[in-house]
């Protein structure tokens, strides 16, 4: 797999491919373009592209965004390629890669139940759940690296 940062004239194109972000085609590319291209110009890191290493096809997209926790690990697949181990392949490349480059000391991800294969993909990447707990959505578990929780 390659991963790699989303230019601005990709964000039609990665809609087209995961279209699974938001409702509108519109609120896709707006998304993109905020947590993929202008968050990789204002802090260096962001939602990366995740293309297959030999086709070069659009898999979905894996990295950090900052949060108010501190920096949080995010990634979605297009619905034909889940249950390919491509997702664990993505956080497990990015997570080391978080470890090393981000300045921050919290570094986590959070997953909405019941989602196990979520789960399983955080835990593969080294991390563990911390807590559980319930918000205006309803619950979400809140995964983290040890030693970089983001909670006291």
């Known amino acids: 797999m390659r991963i790699r940062p989303f230019s601005c004239d990709e ?3 990665a809609t087209d491919a995961i279209g699974l972000l ?3 085609d519109e609120q896709n590319r707006e ?3 905020r947590l993929g291209v202008e968050h990789q110009r204002v802090h260096g890191y962001a939602y990366w592209q995740c293309r297959d290493k030999e086709t070069g096809q659009l898999l979905g997209f894996c ?3 900052e949060h108010d926790l501190g920096a949080s690990l995010g990634y979605a697949f297009a619905e034909p390629t889940r249950g390919n181990g491509y997702a664990t392949e993505a956080a497990c490349a990015v997570v080391p890669w978080g470890v090393a480059n981000i300045g921050v000391k919290r570094l ?3 997953v909405r139940p019941p989602n196990p294969a979520s789960c399983k993909v955080l835990e593969h990447a080294g ?3 911390i807590r559980e707990y319930e918000d205006a959505n309803g619950p979400r578990l ?5 030693g970089r929780s983001p909670l006291p």
């Open 22 to 24: 938001a409702d509108t």
């Open 63 to 65: 990295g950090w965004r």
């Open 31 to 33: 998304w993109i373009s």
């Open 11 to 13: 964000v039609s194109d």
């Open 127 to 129: 991390m563990t759940l």
């Open 108 to 110: 986590y991800a959070s």
């Open 142 to 146: 809140i995964y983290a690296l040890p």
